[in-house]
């Protein structure tokens, strides 16, 4: 299949623009960025968003490998002299790789079988025989001759048993049959559960011990639940379906004729070989099929609420003090200017009695007084709701300073990283995470990117789904979040500077050192003297980073330097110099479109110029608001039903939402109690980091779970 081919079926397969795919397809070879692309390259490909990109990159990525696969079980067979015009035909159509691995069965190499020593035993002229199933024959007659004792065939009996073992083989390499029996299973099959073990103590699978759901419909999250207690050896876990109507159909296909003399023969081979050959196979590809189907829509939802977590509110360029809570070694307490920069620290004992009580009381009030912070975070994890009851009552004069809890999820990862041992490698992790949940409050996007996704905790079984897979879709919504925000280039840590399309960690490391050494940058043009950093990088880069107060206006904008020229030309016609223009939406109202179309330059890119010239590097996010927790419900004995409570969504799953209310032990709004209307998906009612008034339905003080309602009706 040739590219054309490739972008024309891709097209046609995501119903879009054929030479929007091509211009793609054109633009990822040559190593541009998906951001990039969407950003910066909306002519070619006709507006299409990042989405839409990245589905045409992976799909691209599948059919390559399905033709390079293609190619290469069309020369084994070849090269066996066993490939017929009739089945390199069927190969050439193959659609999918499973499809095309039915087809390539019958000749792959493969262990030594029953069949296998059938053959060379000299009984596949026998099973031959049963496969036609002539209307006419001796069956005991022919099967006698090749009874030989020399070659392991002492009697009629072994005849006939090999040429079974021979043909019940055939049958379950047969691609019609594969196909009906995989159609059948995903179709009509049940996923059927029952308890492996039984134990005195509850267990989390105790819904699964007699269990069944169609596979065809059985949620992700239920799946993997059922894989995870099916590893953790507490369930049994198999597929049903109706075996008799499959092998009823098995039959027909390999045309059993029930007057032959071999129709008894066929039938058992076909009764053998299914149960023996075929139904663990297909199985065992039907589950492989539902985990890799489970695993993309958990993907997707980490992703969704990863995205949301990301881009949450930032406080913004405030001074701030970050507390990580601890009981038996104290409260580390650090202070950190506007741009994130340790100050200074000071620990606290809250639970050593009176006396180290009032001390505490004293030196975080002088160290409030000698840094003067706008703002404490204070980790949500053990003791956090504690420490914030005495951060406030100590403050409670201080009526300016916000008390933010931050969620913690993460941070120990990011204290023990190389990276924080980079930037703090005198200090200890406790002293590191507290500086991690200052900064997290200063900037959430800039601190969460130096920490593994999946260590963030904002998904379901991220342990249990496939790791690359999760990898790389974490890894381009962290890219896609870095560069819808931007990134200031003097003032940006190495690793999130790697995540601006087209940098990398190597080069951000190196714009790092050169910034170190030479001062900060005066201009984006002046990043292209970083050693390493070419022409198609600074390309890629150059519109998704920020130099603020530099020699260029257009700097502190997303207008990519390859439009400056334009820009300067829109400002003379309007009769202002480019600084009178840029922020200035009097002037930029009165910029005609039409004069500047053409070279390259539409209405979409011309529109997204006009936007930043009249809200030059506006930050996305939405303001950032404080969550307020109750004060008098700190733990889950806390709690009573009928409460109302003020929470934070922390993670959105297909079946709802969970929600931190203070108690160190996240509530969950099901699905049903999202809304007073039907809810299909419960992202399209919250999102990660939304606050959400809850009313309290139970508490399960022994399992730890707190049942939530959001309808106002509840």
């Known amino acids: 299949m040739t590219e054309i081919d490739l972008s024309s079926r891709i097209a046609q397969e995501l119903a879009l623009a054929p030479q929007a795919v091509r211009a793609v397809l054109g633009l990822l070879a040559e190593k541009s960025t998906v951001p990039f692309i969407a950003r910066y390259r909306k002519e070619a490909t006709g507006g299409l968003d990042e989405v839409q990109i990245r589905a045409i990159e992976e799909r691209h990525v599948y059919l390559g490998e399905l ?71 001796d069956l005991q007659g022919e099967a006698r001759g090749f009874v030989n004792a020399e070659k392991e065939v002492p009697d009629i009996e072994a005849a006939l048993q090999g040429a079974r073992d021979i043909v019940a083989e055939v049958m379950a390499e047969h691609a019609a049959v594969r196909t009906l029996a995989r159609e059948t299973y995903a179709r009509g099959g049940v996923q059927a559960c029952a308890v492996a073990k039984k134990t005195k103590e509850p267990t989390k699978f105790e819904q699964y011990y007699d269990f069944g759901e169609a596979v065809a419909t059985i949620p992700s999250h239920r799946y993997l639940a059922i894989c995870r207690g099916e590893r953790e050896g507490v369930l049994r876990v198999h597929i049903e379906v109706d075996a008799e109507r499959l092998l009823a159909r098995i039959a027909q296909v390999l045309g059993l004729r029930p007057k032959s003399p071999f129709a008894a023969q066929l039938s058992e081979a076909i009764d053998d070989g299914y149960r023996r050959l075929l139904a663990p196979s297909v199985e065992s590809d039907l589950r492989a099929d539902l985990k890799s189907r489970a695993d993309l829509e958990a993907v997707e939802v980490f992703a969704r609420n990863l995205r949301d977590l990301l881009l949450a509110s930032p406080l913004g360029g405030r001074r701030v003090v970050g507390i990580d809570p601890g009981l038996r070694t104290g409260c580390k307490c650090v202070a950190l200017d506007e741009t994130g920069r340790f100050l200074g620290t000071v620990t606290l004992y809250l639970s050593q009695g009176s006396e180290a009580m009032a001390r505490a009381a004293k030196d975080f009030l002088a160290f409030v007084a000698k840094f003067k912070p706008e703002a404490i975070a204070i980790g949500n994890g053990t003791g956090g709701r504690e420490t914030e009851a005495f951060v406030r009552d100590l403050l409670r004069d201080h009526k300016a300073v916000l008390i933010v809890p931050v969620s913690e999820a993460g941070a120990s990862v990011y204290s023990a990283s190389d990276i924080a041992r980079q930037e703090f490698p005198d200090l200890d ?81 190196k714009i790092v050192s050169h910034r170190d050494a030479h001062g900060a940058f005066a201009s984006r043009q002046a990043l292209q003297k970083v050693s390493g950093l070419g022409p198609r990088a600074f390309e890629q880069a150059a519109g998704f980073l920020r130099v603020r107060g530099g020699k260029h206006p257009l700097d502190a904008s997303a207008v990519h330097p390859e439009r400056y020229a334009l820009v300067e030309r829109m400002a003379k016609d309007v009769g202002a110099s480019l600084g009178d223009l840029v922020g200035n939406a009097q002037k930029v109202q009165a910029i005609d479109l039409q004069h500047y179309l053409g070279d390259g330059v ?13 809200k030059p590097g506006r930050d996305p996010r939405k303001t950032f608001e404080a969550p307020r927790f109750r004060e008098d419900v700190r733990t889950l004995t806390d709690l009573k039903p009928g409460m109302v409570l003020e929470g934070v969504v922390t993670n959105v799953t297909p079946f709802g939402a969970f929600v931190d209310i203070g108690v160190h032990q996240d509530g969950l709004v099901h699905i049903s109690q999202l809304s007073e209307q039907f809810v299909r998906d419960p992202h399209s009612v919250v999102s990660a980091g939304d606050r959400l008034t809850v009313r309290v339905l139970e508490v399960d003080l022994a399992r730890k779970r707190i049942g939530l309602s959001a309808r106002r009706g509840a």
């Open 429 to 509: 992790l406790t002293l590191r995470g507290a500086i991690s949940i200052g900064r997290r409050l200063q900037d959430p996007l800039a601190e969460l990117v130096k920490v593994e996704p999946n260590a963030i905790g904002v998904g379901q079984y991220q342990h249990d789904v496939h790791q690359p897979l999760l990898a790389k879709k974490l890894g381009d919504v962290v890219e896609s979040c870095v560069n819808h925000v931007g990134v200031e280039l003097n003032t940006a840590s190495a690793p999130l500077l790697a995540h601006v399309a087209g940098i990398g960690p190597s080069l951000a490391k």
């Open 602 to 614: 539409g209405e979409p890119t011309l529109r997204d110029i006009l936007a930043e010239l009249g």
């Open 67 to 137: 033709e390079a696969r293609r190619a290469l079980v069309l020369e084994t067979i070849a090269r066996q002299n066993l490939l017929t015009p009739d089945l390199e035909q069927r190969v050439r159509r193959a659609q999918t790789k499973n499809e095309l691995e039915d087809l390539y069965l019958p000749f792959k190499p493969k262990r030594r079988t029953r069949a296998t020593m059938a053959r060379e035993r000299g009984l596949l002229p026998l099973a031959r025989r049963i496969l036609e199933q002539p209307q006419r024959g």
